[in-house]
């Protein structure tokens, strides 16, 4: 067994330990909930949950940092540069955002709704940028870059969140077309202003 690969009880520890926070969080919210109550939730010892994380807090974070880690790993398209991304493949890196925010909705929709964290979606902004701007490092400097970019990303986070927030109202179909069309247009005319 290699140095790099995790132990399953460890992962299966883990995956508890987030589920039931996150099901606390809906019944007592952020503020209230103890370590202690995690571990009960979880069915583990306290102590267990200290072997993984060193606080409330630094968990919170690390729940962050694997959002966006599962988002930049899903951004991660096979093009050498964003200059060479076409519609069909934007389309294809959006559905990628959504089916993984999909597959982990608890998650997300509990960052959004319960307040625990009023920056949740700065780190969402964050996880595209570090995607574009690997795209596109000759530009990272370019002003009109930075406020574009600073523009698109932020809409589309606002988007996603609105898509988090509501889904129920929305077919993610209809609702990834209408963010193809308005952000790779967007970008495409971006992108031809600063060659």
Same mark, same amino acid.
């Given at each position: 067994?290699?140095?790099?690969?995790?132990? +399953?009880?460890?992962? /299966?520890?883990?995956?508890?330990?987030?589920? %039931?926070?996150?099901?606390?969080?809906?019944?007592?919210? *952020?503020?209230?909930?103890?370590?202690?109550?995690?571990?009960?939730? %979880?069915?583990?010892?306290?102590?267990?949950?200290?072997? @993984? *994380?060193?606080?409330?807090?630094?968990? #919170? &974070? /690390?729940?962050?940092?694997?959002?966006?880690?599962?988002?930049? %790993?899903?951004?991660?398209?096979?093009?050498?540069?964003? $200059?060479?991304?076409?519609? &069909?493949?934007?389309?294809? #890196?959006? !559905?990628?955002?959504?089916?993984?925010?999909?597959?982990?909705?608890?998650?997300?929709?509990?960052?959004?709704?319960?307040?625990? @964290?009023?920056?949740?979606?700065?780190?969402?902004? =964050? %996880?595209?940028?570090?995607?574009?701007?690997?795209?596109?490092?000759?530009?990272? $400097? &370019?002003?009109?870059?930075?406020?574009? +970019?600073?523009?698109?990303?932020?809409?589309?986070?606002?988007?996603?969140?609105?898509?988090?927030?509501?889904?129920?109202? *929305? !077919?993610?179909?209809?609702?990834?077309? @209408? +963010?193809?069309?308005? $952000?790779? @247009?967007?970008?495409? =005319?971006?992108? !031809?202003?600063?060659?």
């Amino acid at each position: 067994m290699g140095k790099d690969k995790v132990d +399953l009880r460890i992962l /299966k520890t883990r995956k508890a330990i987030k589920e %039931a926070f996150l099901r606390l969080v809906q019944t007592k919210g *952020y503020e209230r909930i103890t370590v202690q109550d995690i571990a009960d939730e %979880a069915m583990i010892n306290r102590n267990t949950f200290y072997l @993984h *994380y060193v606080d409330k807090p630094e968990f #919170m &974070d /690390k729940l962050f940092q694997e959002s966006v880690q599962n988002l930049n %790993a899903c951004l991660s398209l096979e093009v050498s540069s964003i $200059h060479e991304m076409d519609k &069909d493949m934007f389309s294809t #890196m959006i !559905k990628t955002i959504f089916d993984n925010i999909d597959a982990n909705m608890i998650f997300f929709k509990t960052m959004l709704t319960q307040n625990i @964290h009023p920056n949740f979606p700065i780190y969402l902004k =964050d %996880a595209f940028k570090t995607f574009i701007f690997a795209g596109i490092s000759d530009f990272r $400097h &370019d002003e009109k870059m930075k406020i574009g +970019l600073e523009y698109m990303i932020s809409g589309l986070v606002g988007a996603i969140c609105l898509w988090i927030v509501e889904r129920e109202n *929305y !077919k993610m179909d209809d609702f990834i077309d @209408h +963010l193809s069309e308005i $952000h790779y @247009h967007n970008m495409v =005319d971006l992108l !031809k202003n600063t060659r």
